[in-house]
């Protein structure tokens, strides 16, 4: 029986750990959205001056 | 006779695809330095195309030179014959179907201005398609040599020193393939310096046929060749160790410890006698550890000293005293709590050549750990040597400490135990900034000679303070992958840190070492920032889509 759960400790030990990676990549691209969100209102500025330009 | 340029770029040249052979010739053509000549050896090609293409392009370039080999020799030979036709100071590897970023020289050349001792310099890559598209950047650490021993990471793009190429008898055909691992083994151990230039400055052509694009099957031979060189080297420097390749990864080798003597090591584990659950059984985890140690180590000279607060059950000693026998020393603590001071104590009653710090709930899973701290341990170089820890339920613990903004961290800490990290980080024996203070060995005159633990810091940041001191002495700290051990960590520390602590060491650290050497500026909790990897894909060099034109 203890086997049997330390078995099973490990098993989720494995899905807990891939989960925690997958967290990690969600946190990184929401941190990179947020990043392209901020720069979103600079671009636009910086594109309505070229079109003045012209 | 026109003055000897600063870099000879050697390209040995043999049946490569004429977009592709025009594509590297374009690269080199674009470097924004212009102080090269390009050593061209053609390795009696049979596909008239090559010799074509490399004609053209001396006629057009005086800076070219090109050399055609009557019989084919393979890369080792060419190579040689390349590095013969060199008169710069320094030579650059280029392979005859990859591609020079057109800075790469220019950036090169300014790091060198910038320190001129360097011996040898190496930079940031990544791999590009047929069709010029890139991907898979490696942002690589500065310069690691237990890395080293265990993957050829510096790679491409590499540039040294000629007269030291030349010393070190250029390249061996003993371990063809590999030679350039080879090469820079050699020239390292020799080196007054070591540089790198963390920019993507090679792009790797991956095809089926090259060791970038099909692995070992493309090239078994090279693989197997590296590994040998790797032991060469290690002969050489007389690190006593045999070296095995990875079982699932070509790329990847580990070093077993053989050596020659035991030398003494005093395991010292500070205690408060705590008990807890473990694998669904309640146990005194400093009898737990003990037991372990005991029971699964297969090094014989050691001691343990155990400094033991004056709570612990005198039960519980004698338990002890049971389970290691002679090898045992206790030594009572009864001042109140300060981790540092627990260690200083313990240190200064042992006798052993190296000092083992443990945690009382550690538990081993790597019969010969003790062999490998030592391995590591003995090398007069070496500040301090730690492992892989893992929690009870597998997962990843401790793969060395990574620091950002003067604060050290886990990269990967929670992630399955199976997870390989960014370029096989978790894998592979390299140098980092600290380990932690849960499982480290270093050397008793190192110890005293640093001071010991830093009692202003009684919880927290005690370890890597250590190490810090050991790395600012000039000594370099591993982290080996193939040490684990079980840390049921929860129970030995809280994981909040006071801020008082982080500022202390920052104003202590973050002068002198500002950034973390052992990681990339484009890395971040040791994987790629997005936004490098971004840059990386969309900056593609082009060379290889625009209109055919030669070399000019």
Known sequence: ?54 | MAAAPRFSILTPVYETPAEILRAMLRSVAAQRCGDWELCLVDDASEGPHVAEILERAREADPRIKVRRREANGGIVAASNDALAMARGEFVALLDHDDELHPRALDRVASAIDATPKADYVYTDEDKIDEAGRRSGPFFKPDWSPERMRTQMYTCHLSVLRRSLVEAVGGFDPEFEGSQDWDLVLKVTERARGVLHVPKVLYHWRTLETSAAGGGEEAKPWAFEAGGRAVQAHCERIGLPARVERDAADAGVYHLRPELREQPSVSIVIPTAGTSREVRYERVVLVSHCLRSIVADSTYENYEIVCVADDSVDPRVLGELGEIAGERLRVVPYEEPFNFSAKINRGAAHCEGEHLLLLNDDIEVATPDWIERMVMYSSMTEIGAVGGRLLWEDGRLQHVGVGFEGGLPGHPYRGFAGEFKGYSNNVLIARNCLAVTGACLMTRRAVFEELGGFTTQLPVNYNDADYCLKAWASGRRIVYDPDLAMYHFESSSRSSEVEEWEKEWLQERWLPSIPRDPYSNPNLRRGEPRLGAMLMSVLGRPRLLRRPHREVA
């Open chain 1, 1 to 54: 029986m203890r086997d049997l759960l330390i078995g099973k400790d490990a098993e989720m030990g494995r899905l807990r750990g891939r989960l925690e990676q997958l967290e990690d990549r969600t946190n990184r691209m929401l941190g990179a959205a947020a990043f392209l969100r901020r720069l979103g209102p600079a671009t636009a500025r910086l594109r309505s001056l070229g079109r003045g330009r012209k």
